[in-house]
């Protein structure tokens, strides 16, 4: 029983094409979130959704597009990709947004290579 | 602005105890988390402290002092497979998660 899934788990794609993430939670949370993790190890947020609400909303090229069908769902859309969107990109989630002893959950990854 | 800091790589040997540093400064504090993510894996949780004090789970402990600002990760008994990094990351006034850029711990038998 995964907690969080992300499909696919590798995406190697040419630079201008646009791909898609899907990311599904089934452990009943409120709050989903995309990160990205370059190649020096740095987490950074970049989108996080409350019950299909977009909540935070990082300096984030409009390339990407979230989009949020149910809680449990969180897919990330990536247009006209460049070469340095090459990273590991996580989906996470966790009880709600206000919530103080927030632990995230994470899904196992998906790493993308831009050639 | 908002920030963490915390040792980029730590070097311990198998048995051994190894402490990871992290201060903060951040726009208001719930608490202070610790995860782990081994190469090639996803973070996972490890700990969460809100008051000050010495939080113990196993070989474990995490620990804080408000009033510093600072707060570490003891690991005790050390592994082999305790090598990864470990992120601490803050929950701000917004009740979000600000993360710290990660530290490397690279265990020698």
């Known amino acids: 029983d995964t907690a969080v899934s992300q499909t696919p788990k590798y995406l190697v794609t040419q630079m201008g094409n646009d791909k898609s993430i899907k990311c599904e939670q089934n452990?009943?949370?409120?709050?989903m979130y995309w990160y990205k993790q370059d190649s020096k190890k740095f987490l950074k947020i970049m989108f996080s959704y409350n019950n299909k609400e977009l909540i935070i909303n990082e300096t984030v090229p409009n390339r990407f597009s979230p989009k949020s069908p149910d809680k449990a769902h969180l897919n990330l859309h990536i247009n006209s990709l460049e070469l340095g969107d090459s990273a590991v990109y996580f989906c996470?989630?966790?009880?709600?947004?206000?919530?103080?002893?927030?632990?995230?959950?994470f899904g196992p990854g998906t790493r993308l290579t831009v050639l | 602005g908002q920030s963490l800091e915390q040792p980029s790589e730590v070097t311990a040997v198998e048995g051994a105890i190894v402490q990871i540093n992290c201060t903060y400064q951040?726009?208001?504090?719930?608490?202070l988390s610790w995860y782990q993510q081994h190469d090639g894996g996803a973070p996972t949780f490890l700990s969460y402290n809100a008051l000050d004090g010495l939080e113990e789970t196993g070989r474990f402990s995490s620990f804080l002092s408000r009033s510093d600002s600072y707060g570490y990760l003891l690991l005790q008994e050390l592994q082999m497979k305790d090598s990864a990094s470990y992120f601490c990351?803050?929950?701000?006034?917004?009740?979000?998660?600000?993360w710290g850029a990660g530290t490397k711990l690279i265990i020698k038998p």
């Open positions: 990351a803050v929950t701000d006034s917004n009740y979000q998660l600000i």
């Open positions: 951040t726009s208001g504090f719930y608490g």
């Open positions: 452990l009943g949370h409120d709050t």
């Open positions: 996470a989630s966790s009880q709600g947004a206000r919530v103080v002893n927030n632990e995230q959950f």
